[in-house]
């Protein structure tokens, strides 16, 4: 059980949790938030291992939730089955609602409309794995993309705190703890996809 009996800031969450490594910050983590209060998800995609086996060492009984948008690339459904057994993670798969699903495939939703694709497959579902969460981890860097330079360790957004644990590893220090685990790739990192998603959207070397 978490030993906060009393409301704490973002403020001060980033005071405390800012000059921790990652994975201090992992472990740290649970002693502000009950289990059922964490919010973790993953797409298993080219950048994901790292945090998923940091968890599964810290808090192995952590669910990590999967969207399942139905239109994974097939390595990618590969690429979670092979983290799952070698971390022994607790995944939670979610889904979009089926009537809906299927009116984005017979419409091939995502060639004209892709920002309603998304809604129906991705965010509504995810709000509904977000009900009764109070924080969201995420495993976003600031070196990613320009858009990410601003962001803090916890970062409040409407009724949930992000929590973006990894937020200051430099590209190198990434690669490094990734090697240093022996962590396998993603199989379409190989190549030459770097952020991977749905497969209708996904381009090779973005």
């Known amino acids: 059980m978490a030993i906060t009996t009393f409301p704490i800031t973002v403020e001060a969450l980033n005071e405390q949790f800012r000059p921790l490594t990652p994975i201090e910050r992992l472990q740290r983590l649970y002693q502000y938030f009950d289990l059922e209060e964490v919010l973790v998800t993953s797409s298993f995609g080219s950048q994901s291992a790292l945090l998923l086996y940091w968890l599964s060492n810290i808090q192995p ?3 990590i939730h999967f969207l399942d948008t139905g239109y994974h690339f097939e ?10 057994q070698a971390f022994g993670l607790q995944v939670v798969t ?11 495939r017979d419409q091939s939703l995502w060639q004209h409309q892709p920002n ?31 858009e ?9 957004r409407d009724q949930l705190i992000k929590f973006y644990p990894l937020i200051d590893l430099s590209k190198a220090d990434f690669e490094a703890a990734y090697v ?7 199989p379409l990192e190989l190549l030459g ?4 998603g749905c497969l209708h959207c996904t381009q090779k070397g973005a």
């Not at 979610?94 to 984005?104: D, G, L, Y």
């Not at 996809?193 to 991977?196: L, T």
Request: aromatic content about 6%.
């Open 116 to 146: 309603q694709c998304c809604s129906i497959n991705k965010v509504q579902p995810l709000g509904q794995a977000k009900v009764g969460k109070a924080l969201w981890v995420s495993g976003l860097m600031r070196y990613q993309t320009p």
């Open 61 to 63: 009984t952590q669910p």
């Open 148 to 156: 990410r330079q601003d962001l803090q360790v916890f970062e409040q």
């Open 193 to 196: 996809y770097h952020s991977i």
């Open 180 to 186: 240093a685990a022996a962590l396998p790739r993603h």
């Open 75 to 84: 390595e990618t459904l590969a690429y979670k089955a092979r983290l799952t």
């Open 94 to 104: 979610i889904q979009p609602e089926v009537a809906a699903h299927k009116q984005t």
